[in-house]
């Protein structure tokens, strides 16, 4: 995958991030006081059970989430001190997610999803449409370009949101059950699409999974519990 | 992208289209009947002719009804051609047409009308026949109901007015029937020598029957014809009372606002004018408030279908609250997705309004048609429903206003719904 070969990837610095939700005026702590460091192009995957404040955690390194208490850096971006226009930047600019649902566009085809990243960021239709065959070619659905999500299998649907979400040539993907909703064949060809992007591309790759296969794919894994992150070997 | 949320929802966006389109369609029909109503209650004051039209007639003002629409003139004075050149230069005029106005003997033709009610040919008669250049016809006060205006410069073609068909006592929705029959016509004179009077006789035929407010009389015709007539009648008039050479003249004023200022300049010059000036402008307030109810009607229709567009676009945003998130996760800031729902919003009423524009348009033809079978059948002109091009464009750039401003609530609300719904609800 060439396509985004000139990527560098972004270290990540969480300290003291505190999460709290409030259910019907009884506060639930999801994040507490938790720490995280990420080298640049690093592989981490982060386990837990449900509920224990994973997709929080990715949702406030992705920007769709403002930290509530701690600082997030993520590269010299310090997320607490961005805007609602600043954090759409980050989000466009820097970071690339892959959601279990897919979250692609059903009334718009393959190609015009991964397009659909670029718009934002007012690239012209002639590059961006280039770019987006590339991306298409990359995770081998090039034939695919025209079909509209509910036309594409489970597998072949998270390769269109993954090169939806290298479109931008982000520094950080964020992939929160990418394999969830896959069969062994799909997860393995989608796993090994994602796991080949630190190295291919340099980006760094934070996964969140409760599936062990998942998680043993990433050079380091973390289990979040009680709203801390614990190092697993 | 809004082109293609409205398409894979298409069964709501049908109805909310059709919900613009009704509303829209009685808003611009009730527009253009009022308006083609308007039209044609106003004709009727006026005869056909132009509302901001002034009768000047060939006598002095009389001082103490220079205010009413319809004064009793004062002394005759002679209108020539210099004082039609002082009116014609005042401030407010825009065009002068001269009449010329005669007696006439009129013999009806004999043997009567086939089907007329007595079998005997109906008396002569005398009327005025009055004279204007036809070629200005559409700057007088003249409606044609059967038939057409006598060609300009004619010597025998002559129209003649609906009391002439009472002469013959036939009613008004049988006037084509005297179209094209012929009519004796002559000029009186009055031999001093012998103390008798002699008439000049021509013939002509009628080529038309109109409604007229030019002057009373039966008869109009090319003025060459009564130019000819007047000159053989003043001959032997030992009193010089028809020696005006005009016996009246039209004047059409810049806007029916100035009506009142020329009428006023007129009468310095010296002449006595009327015009239905406070008719017409009684009748166009009550017209108005008619307008203001029927479009009160149809905005209240409007208004309908602007809050059926609020409720569509907000159920679209509670169904698409993921793809919303998904749209923010990959970049796009607020306002870029308060634009794809006022962008959908604004198609939703720009489709609804121009079908809606587009049918109230043929409903008002399909009305006019229905309206005008009855005019004619009465023997009475028909209208001309025309739509103006306000009303069209009004129509379709207002549906897409009113959805723009009905778009802004769920377009703002969609705006808000924070990026972590990309994720599902937490």
């Keep these: 995958m060439r396509v985004l070969s000139e990527a560098t990837g972004l270290g990540v610095s969480v300290q003291g991030l505190t999460h709290i939700y409030a259910e019907h005026g009884n506060p639930l702590v999801v994040l507490d006081q938790l720490d995280l460091a990420l080298r640049p192009a690093e592989h981490l995957a982060v386990t837990g059970r449900s509920g224990a404040g994973k997709s929080t955690l990715l949702a406030v390194l992705g920007g769709l989430e403002r930290p509530q208490s701690g600082s997030v850096l993520v590269g010299d971006v310090d997320l607490a001190r961005l805007d609602g226009d600043e954090l759409a930047a980050y989000r466009r600019d820097l970071v690339g997610f892959v959601f279990q649902h897919y979250g692609l566009l059903g009334n718009l085809t393959a190609l015009e999803n991964i397009e659909l990243a670029m718009t934002f960021t007012g690239l012209r239709t002639g590059p961006r449409r280039r770019r987006a065959r590339e991306l298409l070619d990359a995770v081998g659905l090039a034939e695919r370009a025209d079909h509209r999500p509910n036309a594409l299998s489970g597998g072949e649907a998270q390769r269109v949101a993954i090169a939806r979400a290298l479109a931008n040539q982000p520094r950080l993907v964020l992939a929160d059950e990418p394999t969830g909703n896959l069969d062994d064949e799909n997860t393995a060809h989608v796993l090994d699409l994602l796991a080949s992007l630190p190295a291919q591309l340099g980006c760094t790759l934070v996964v969140v999974t409760h599936n062990h296969v998942v998680a043993a794919r990433a050079a380091r894994r973390c289990l979040l519990e009680h709203g801390r992150l614990v190092a697993v070997p | ?426």
Excluded at chain 2, 152 to 160: G, R
């Design chain 2, 1 to 426: 992208m809004a082109t293609r949320s409205i398409g894979r929802r298409l069964g709501r966006a049908v109805l909310t289209v059709l919900a613009v389109t009704l509303a829209a369609a009685l808003l611009s029909a009730l527009l253009i009947v009022a308006g083609t109503a308007r039209t044609r209650v106003l004709s009727q004051l006026s005869k056909g002719g132009p509302l901001a039209g002034i009768q000047v007639v060939a006598a002095a003002p009389d001082p103490g009804q220079v205010d009413t629409d319809n004064p009793r003139p004062g002394q005759p004075r002679v209108l020539d051609e210099a004082a039609r050149q002082r009116i014609r230069a005042l401030t407010g005029v825009r065009s002068v047409v001269a009449l010329i106005s005669t007696p006439v003997r009129v013999l009806p033709p004999d043997p009567p009308l086939r089907g007329a009610p007595s079998g005997t040919p109906p008396d002569p008669f005398t009327q005025q026949m009055t004279g204007v250049d036809t070629a200005k016809s559409g700057q007088l006060p003249i409606t044609v109901v059967s038939g057409r205006l006598p060609a300009p410069h004619s010597l025998v073609e002559v129209a003649v007015t609906e009391s002439y068909l009472r002469h013959l006592q036939l009613p008004k929705q049988q006037a084509s029937r005297v179209v094209g029959t012929e009519v004796e016509l002559g000029a009186p004179r009055l031999f001093t020598g012998d103390d008798r009077v002699r008439g000049r006789w021509t013939r002509a035929i009628i080529v038309g029957v109109v409604a007229q407010g030019v002057a009373s009389g039966d008869v109009i015709a090319p003025i060459e014809q009564v130019r000819t007539a007047q000159a053989w009648t003043a001959a032997g008039d030992p009193t010089g009372d028809t020696a005006s050479p005009y016996s009246g003249l039209f004047v059409i004023a810049k806007g029916i606002s100035r009506v009142g200022e020329v009428r006023a300049a007129i009468t310095q010059v010296g002449y006595s004018t009327s015009a239905p000036e406070n008719l017409v402008a009684t009748v166009q307030r009550y017209l108005h408030v008619v307008e203001i109810v029927l479009s009160g009607i149809g905005l209240i229709a409007l208004v309908i279908a602007a809050l059926g567009i609020t409720n569509a676009l907000l159920a679209a945003v509670r169904e698409r609250r993921n793809e919303i998130g998904v749209l923010k996760a990959i970049g796009a800031r607020d306002r870029d997705v308060r634009r794809i729902f006022l962008i959908e919003a604004t198609l939703l009423g720009l489709w609804g309004g121009a079908l809606g524009t587009a049918a109230g348009f043929g409903i008002s033809e399909l009305m006019g048609a229905i309206v005008n079978h009855y005019l004619r059948q009465q023997g009475l002109a028909a209208v001309h429903v025309g739509a103006p091009v306000a009303v069209l464009v009004g129509g379709v750039a207002g549906s897409a206003v009113l959805a723009l401003v009905a778009g802004t609530v769920p377009a703002q609300r969609a705006a808000r719904l924070p990026a972590r719904q990309a994720m599902g609800e937490t």
